[in-house]
């Protein structure tokens, strides 16, 4: 079958697995590409952290597979309301391992599952600091498929699942963390930055019945 041929997110995925499970090409050195776009949690959407990148992959054109890499976050704050009044939240983003990819003839793109965790650092209300003592909500499965140009991936995940943590954790607030957090009320679009423009396409051509290069 062609990877030309026209695929969809749920077949760029498979393919981006494919590839994991293969030999990758080497790439000429590691490189760390920007990151920007959109982060939803319990439908409350805000921009991803400044700052962050895809470290230490790197993107081979004339097959289309993008290298291993690991997502990185600069540690970042949100706001949330509730009861108290507004809760300003520090948390850090990070992946465990690492993802690789593909990007087909077409432009399809995916990369192979990442795994995040997400660690609420710090929180604090009108009333003053809360204590969160050890508060990290994990594994957070994104799998991301979208579309690879010259100017960068587009990718997004519609639907992921936050899971919850016990409702000791996190200094006695695991409840309260759970109703903001937890959930599978969550979406992610971002923009990785980067040339990725498609491989050629690699059919085979035949001028009277024999195979031209």
Request: glycine share 14%.
């Amino acid at each position: 079958m062609r990877v030309s041929e026209r695929i969809g997110s749920g077949r760029a995925v498979g393919l981006a697995l494919a590839i994991a499970s293969m030999g990758l090409p080497a790439v000429a050195a590691a490189v760390d590409f920007p990151l920007s776009g959109t982060i939803s949690v319990g439908g409350q959407s805000g921009a991803l952290p400044n700052g962050g990148a895809f470290t230490g992959s790197g993107y081979d054109q004339a097959s289309g597979v993008i290298a291993p890499g690991t997502f990185t976050f600069p540690q970042s704050s949100t706001t949330y309301t509730s009861p108290l009044g507004p809760v300003v939240v520090a948390y850090q983003l990070s992946q465990t391992g690492q993802s690789s990819g593909q990007v087909a003839a077409d432009g399809v793109a995916a990369l192979t599952a990442a795994t995040l965790r997400l660690q609420v650092i710090s929180a604090s209300s009108p009333l003053g600091p809360i204590n969160v003592g050890t508060c990290v909500l994990e594994p957070i499965i994104v799998a991301l498929a979208g579309t690879g140009s010259s100017s960068g991936l587009q990718l997004s995940d519609p639907g992921f699942t936050i899971p919850p943590v016990g409702a000791t954790d996190c200094g006695g607030f695991g409840s309260q963390i759970n109703q903001a957090i937890a959930g599978d009320d969550n979406s992610i679009d971002l923009l990785m930055a980067g040339d990725f423009a498609p491989p050629s396409d690699q059919d085979t051509i035949f001028v009277d019945g024999f195979e031209v290069p």
